[in-house]
């Protein structure tokens, strides 16, 4: 659905803070999603274990993998905003770096807003 349109129409945001036993599972449920047309945009607020090296193993692997490594620890909110200030999608959808989301949700997001845009 939609997947010829050139533009980005999500972007999936995710933020984390040592979620290395996580982090994995939360890029690879995106990238298996339906919906091919999105950006993953990691920003990881000064993690001291191994979630950069894993976040940055799928950047390599998938141009639409974005990761930003913060100077300085912000917080939970404040990083939010920051990886909102990176997105370039029509749509926004956060995902924490501890969670999945279903192959077809972000088809189903998508496709309810454009059918119901009010």
């Known amino acids: 659905m939609n997947d010829e349109k050139r533009h980005i129409m999500v972007s999936v945001l ?12 939360a890029i690879e449920s995106v990238l298996a999603s339906t919906y091919k047309n ?12 191994n979630t950069v090296a894993i976040a940055k193993s799928y950047e390599a692997r998938d141009k639409r993998v974005k990761l930003y490594v913060n100077g300085k620890n912000l ?8 990886a909102a200030s990176f997105a370039s999608g029509k749509y926004i959808k956060y ?3 501890d969670d999945i989301i279903y192959p077809h949700g972000l088809e189903v997001m998508v496709s309810s807003m454009e059918k119901f845009p009010e």
């Open 95 to 97: 995902l924490d770096s």
């Open 38 to 49: 999105f950006e993953l945009i990691i920003v990881d607020d000064c993690s001291t274990d």
């Open 14 to 25: 995710m933020t984390a803070f040592n979620r290395q036993q996580y982090i994995a599972a």
């Open 75 to 82: 917080g939970d909110y404040p990083n939010r905003n920051k």
